[in-house]
C-alpha cells in the first residue's frame, strides 16, 4: 500500500510539474503595431516587450481566442486616441453601468482632457469636467479634476461649500475598470480594455494630440533575442504558442508588416483574414515569419481591371 501511495504522489507532483512547464508564458516583442482589440478600440502600440500569459483555464496561449490569454506588459509606450476612449468609455458606462449618459471626452487648446455628459438624477445635471492625466503610484491612470461646471456654471465652490464630491454624485458599478475617488477617476486598463487584458505598471501618462500616451515599466526597448530587423512587428520566443491548427513549442513566431511605411494594422479578432492575405517562411532555424498586409487594405475594393 505504501509504495502505491508513493507511486501516485510521484505521478501526481510529475503531472503537476509537467503542467507548470506546459504553461510557461511566451515572450513577446511589438513594434509600431495599430492593435485593433474590437470595434472602434485601437492600441497605438509604439513598442512593447512583455509576455504572453494563458489563461487559468488553459495551458498555452491560443492566439484566435483573445480570452485564452493576458498580456503582460513589463516596458513600453503605448498610445490610445480619443476616438477609442469614448468608444471604450461609451461600452463601459452604457445602461445601468452607471448613472453617466451622452459622455464625450476631448482636448482643449491648452491640451486638458474635457469630460462632458450629464449626471442621472432626479433632475439631469450638464457637466463640463476641465481634468489633467497623470499614473497613479499603483500603475493606474488617474484624470484628475481641475474644475467642474454645471448648467453652464462653475460648481466646483458650490461643492465646496457643501462638502460634496464628485464621487457623491457621479456612479459606476464595480469591476468595469472606472472608480470614481473623490473628484477624480481611476482607470484600470486591465479592466477597461476588451480581451486579451493587458496587464502592467503605467508609471507615466500624457497627452499629445488627440492621444493619451502611456509609458509601462521604465519604457525601455528591450530586443528580444536574435533580435528581429523589421520595422513594425509582433514576435513571440520561446514557450508553447496555438494558433489555427498548430501549436509551436519553443515559439518562434514573427508576424511582420508587408507595408513598412506606416504602423502595422492588425486585428486581434481577424487576423487569421490577414494570415490567409499574405505569405510565410521557414527561416534556417526553424522559425516562422509570416508577412500580412494591414487589417484595414483588406477591406479596400480591388482597383478595377481594364
Not at 496555438?242 to 501549436?247: D, Q, R, Y
Request: neutral net charge.
Amino acid at each position: 500500500m505504501r509504495i502505491t501511495f508513493v507511486m501516485l504522489l510521484t505521478s501526481a507532483l510529475f503531472c503537476c510539474a509537467r503542467l507548470e512547464a506546459s504553461r510557461q508564458p511566451v515572450e513577446v516583442e511589438m513594434s509600431n503595431v495599430d492593435l485593433h482589440m474590437s470595434a472602434g478600440v485601437t492600441l497605438h502600440v509604439r513598442h512593447l516587450r512583455g509576455k504572453f500569459d494563458p489563461a487559468a483555464q488553459r495551458n498555452v496561449p491560443y492566439l484566435d481566442d483573445p480570452k485564452s490569454y493576458s498580456v503582460i506588459v513589463e516596458s513600453g509606450v503605448v498610445a490610445i486616441d480619443l476616438a477609442s476612449l469614448n468608444a471604450l468609455m461609451t461600452q463601459t458606462l452604457e445602461g445601468d453601468n452607471s448613472n453617466v449618459n451622452k459622455l464625450k471626452v476631448s482636448v482643449d487648446d491648452k491640451g486638458n482632457l474635457r469630460q462632458k455628459g450629464e449626471i442621472d438624477k432626479a433632475v439631469n445635471i450638464p457637466f463640463n469636467v476641465k481634468s489633467g492625466i497623470e499614473a497613479t503610484p499603483d500603475g493606474k491612470l488617474r484624470v484628475y479634476t481641475k474644475s467642474v461646471k454645471g448648467f453652464g456654471v462653475s460648481m466646483k465652490p458650490l461643492m465646496k461649500i457643501f462638502s460634496i464630491e464628485m464621487d457623491d454624485l457621479l456612479k459606476v458599478k464595480p469591476g468595469k475598470g472606472v472608480v470614481v475617488r473623490d473628484n477624480d477617476l481611476i482607470l484600470d486598463p486591465s479592466l477597461l480594455l476588451p480581451a486579451p487584458s493587458m496587464r502592467g505598471a503605467i508609471t507615466n501618462a500624457r497627452i499629445e494630440g488627440d492621444m493619451i500616451v502611456q509609458t509601462f515599466g521604465d519604457g525601455a526597448i528591450r530586443h528580444l533575442s536574435p533580435p528581429p530587423v523589421s520595422k513594425n512587428f509582433i514576435y513571440w520566443r520561446g514557450g508553447s504558442l496555438s494558433f489555427g491548427k498548430l501549436t509551436m513549442t519553443a515559439t518562434d513566431l514573427e508576424l511582420v508588416d508587408m507595408d513598412p511605411k506606416d504602423a502595422f494594422d492588425f486585428n486581434v479578432e481577424h487576423w487569421n483574414d490577414q494570415l490567409v492575405a499574405g505569405y510565410s517562411k521557414t527561416t534556417s532555424v526553424r522559425g516562422l515569419k509570416a508577412h500580412m498586409p494591414d487589417y484595414e487594405d483588406l477591406k479596400r475594393p480591388a482597383a478595377t481591371k481594364r
